[in-house]
């Protein structure tokens, strides 16, 4: 049903601090991701008949300056604002609300997001410059709130009731996925072309990145699932299908990240899906994830077949006690054939790692490391340990090292958090840099990523045309530098 009184409506994803102190921030260069968030509540918006305007923070045109970015929201004339935050972009959308509110205290502005889903109503209290806060799923509250339904009757809202905070109870969850539209992309200034995806994690271009469900029923204990819950949601494979073939049509993509946590749980949507690629093959490739020990040979094949590049595993960690403690359930043995069995059927293994864990030692990082070098992997991410409020963890996390709360830093790429196994921040920085760096020295991993250069020619250009800015980024990893 399309309402009539149409609202124009700013979705902002904050560009927030995503580097390291006293460097230049170069992730926009390196991997510039699609804000999914805000263009799925967008896309809702549209639907229900409303004017929207996508502004990403990180987008390939916005400035860095934040007046500069609060003056192309405004130059937009919207009635309404909303930000998608992160713990380290949240100072920014709380910032832009500020000057936002400053010109023009008409406008509502209402921030949603992971950070402010774990954080509610402190955020309420605390940041005036808010008129709403939207925890959770931000599409029928957002909805919702342009339809000016009255705030006691928008489940889920957080809000002030004469000055009171108030949040109302929490509404159901989108049950079918399907119902939504498209996100949209048409809305992001530069996409695809100029937004891509981590290099030499595909072959062709442009890319995009795609998430087909939502929830995880796992709990690890760094993970915050604030926003999503424990419940698992999913996109049925004719959706996804239609969607990957709206995307190679529309806009030419030719490789797809799909980010889901438990992209092949449901078995059975992902066979269907591999044999819909198969048979009605769409040109184009991806990239997915799988939980250890959750897979086996043909399911593997199917997704080679239907265009699978690369599948990734979340591993965390080589110490025994570190697995059981942060993501039980996982064992090292698993690891290995998890691995092998992803190679066997000729696709190519990303290994997800993460130092600095509570109980974390050097014992237990080169560990770790011998562990990763041991495997073979094609790739590898190792990720800073970040508390997040919303992760079980967060509630002892003082108990178990030094924590500097700083939101800015809180990007997984700074140690905010010293575990007590550590000496000091400047030795834990010294061994990420160390460890980072032995993996990609690797001999046997060189002689691999050598063969492939052809394949990867399209990367291996875009990184010389940037070649200054990744070394100014590569000069991090060395000794000393962190």
Known sequence: MIIKDRKRIALVQPRGFNWFPGARDVTDIANRMVPQGILSVGAYLLQKGHDVFIYDGLGPFAPRDLDEQVRAVLKWKPQIVGFSATTSSFPDAAAMAKKVKDHDPSIRTICGGVHVSSMGEFIMSHYPQFDYISPGEGERIMADVAEDLPPE???????????????????????????????????????????????????????ATMITSRGCMYQCSYCDRSVFKKTYRYNSASYIYEHLQFLRKRFQVRHVNIYDDLFTLNRKRIVELCDRLTRHPLGMQFNCAVRVGHTDDELLQMLKAAGCLMVSAGIESADPDLLERHKSGVSLEEVRDTVMRIQRAGLRAKGLFMMGLPGETEESIRRTSDFIISLGLDDMNMAKFTPFPGAPLWSTIRQEGDFEENWLLMNCLNFVFLPKGISSRERLNELYNEHVKRFYSDPVWRKKFRKRLWQHRRSLVYFLQHLRTFLTAKRQFEPGKG
Request: proline share 13%.
């Open 153 to 207: 009757t928008i489940a889920g809202l957080i809000w002030r009731d004469r000055g009171n905070v108030t949040a109302n109870a929490p509404g159901l969850p989108i049950a079918d996925l399907d119902t939504l539209p498209f996100p949209a992309y048409e809305k992001l200034d530069g996409f695809p072309r100029r937004y891509h995806l981590p290099l030499f994690s595909y072959i062709n271009t442009p890319g």
